[in-house]
T-cell receptor
Framework: DSGVTQTPKHLITATGQRVTLRCSPR?????VYWYQQSLDQGLQFLIQ???????AKGNILERFSAQQFPDLHSELNLSSLELGDSALYFC?????????????FGPGTRLTVL | GENVEQHPSTLSVQEGDSAVIKCTYS??????FPWYKQELGKGPQLIID?????GEKKDQRIAVTLNKTAKHFSLHITETQPEDSAVYFC??????????????FGAGTRLAVHP
């Protein structure tokens, strides 16, 4: 158990809908990273928050957004869903001190868009 | 751009043999190289990592080597066991302090250890 929690575990929805994925980092970790894992694209970095502020963006679609709250949990919002958004979504957390940048992954949310 | 290539994509070994997975990174500024093991239905689990100021690191049956000049790093698993069967991912990041450490992942290696 990495200490990172994600809810829900599974999500099934229809095209055009909006969903919210939730992540709670390990106690004390300041950073949350979101990654998408699909069969054809592998593990792709989406976005990172550090202590409430956005720090880096990867190949994240404009239909997707995220935020990190004062208690450091994070939410990934996916809107106007398309079939191709079906994937596993992982969050990872990290302390982010010098030489302390290991990322620990949660169990993931499996999103199925029908 | 940033890219990590990983080989082989699949690897099948007999129990007790060694397994080697190789990765090449493109960004010379990368300085942190973790390896993750992902079992079916689970999230990636960090198993070992190496930083650019170190050439080799060992943890029991697992070792990682880094060649900065060639921009190669490798995972070595000795005395493989059936429970080592999983998908292994290498990754690279620039490892800046203060939170700029996005991971660029390789495509993964599916390791099967046969009893």
């Amino acid at each position: 158990d990495s200490g990172v929690t994600q809810t829900p575990k599974h999500l099934i929805t229809a095209t055009g809908q909006r969903v919210t994925l939730r992540c709670s980092p390990r106690s004390g970790d300041l950073s949350v990273y979101w990654y998408q894992q699909s069969l054809d694209q592998g593990l792709q970095f989406l976005i990172q928050y550090y202590n409430g502020e956005e720090r880096a963006k990867g190949n994240i679609l404009e239909r997707f957004s995220a935020q990190q709250f004062p208690d450091l949990h994070s939410e990934l919002n996916l809107s106007s869903l398309e079939l191709g958004d079906s994937a596993l979504y992982f969050c990872a957390s990290s302390l982010e001190g010098e030489f302390l940048n290991e990322q620990f992954f949660g169990p993931g949310t499996r999103l199925t868009v029908l | 751009g940033e890219n990590v290539e990983q080989h082989p994509s699949t690897l099948s070994v007999q129990e007790g043999d060694s397994a080697v997975i190789k990765c090449t990174y493109s960004d010379s500024a990368s300085n942190y190289f973790p390896w993750y093991k992902q079992e079916l239905g689970k999230g990636p689990q960090l198993i070992i990592d190496i930083r650019s100021n170190v050439g080799e690191k060992k943890d029991q049956r697992i070792a990682v080597t880094l060649n900065k000049t060639a921009k190669h790093f490798s995972l070595h698993i000795t005395e493989t066991q059936p429970e080592d069967s999983a998908v292994y991912f290498c990754a690279a990041s620039k490892g800046f302090s203060g939170g700029y450490n996005k991971l660029i992942f390789g495509a993964g290696t599916r390791l099967a250890v046969h009893p």
